[in-house]
């Protein structure tokens, strides 16, 4: 597929797609039925993780094709991981609020990371903000909710 200016058509269609469980999750845990609520917050939470992690290992792909790779991104690639399953597993149980907020914080900062990277593509920003954007938006009215209970 040629890329376009706003970048490849199934890039951004997967892109938006994968974002559908975070919107679901949101309305349902919001302003669903009580007896739906603590699937839908985990739900938020799993794939919150899922998603994290597969963003980190996205950059850790990127990167593994350089010779050599650098360290510098290689280890907060992995990192996000491993914060992702500190936050779903902890062996401290973290109130669902602390969840939610870490989560909000680590697709906030693996954004100013292609923010501030000179590596990735303009239509990849784009398409990452709008990802971004939506996921945050689900997570952070989730948080509000979670906060008013």
Do not use: N, Q
């Amino acid at each position: 597929m040629a890329l376009r200016p706003t970048g490849p058509l199934g890039a951004w269609i997967m892109g938006l797609l994968g974002t559908a469980p975070f919107i679901l999750g949101a309305l349902v845990y919001c302003w669903g039925p009580d007896i739906a609520e603590g699937v839908a917050s985990r739900g938020l939470l799993l794939y919150s993780a899922v998603m994290i992690a597969f963003m980190g290992g996205s950059r850790w792909g990127l990167e593994i094709g350089r010779a050599p790779p650098r360290w510098v991104v290689l280890a907060p690639a992995i990192a996000m991981p491993l914060f992702a399953l500190i936050l779903t597993m902890s062996l401290v149980e973290l109130d669902l609020k602390w969840r939610l907020a870490g989560f909000l914080g680590g697709f906030l900062a693996l954004w100013l990371w292609d923010v501030i990277s000179t590596e990735v593509p303009g239509w990849h920003l784009r398409l990452r903000t709008t990802v971004t954007v939506v996921a945050c938006v689900c997570l952070g009215l989730a948080l509000e909710h979670a906060l008013s209970l």
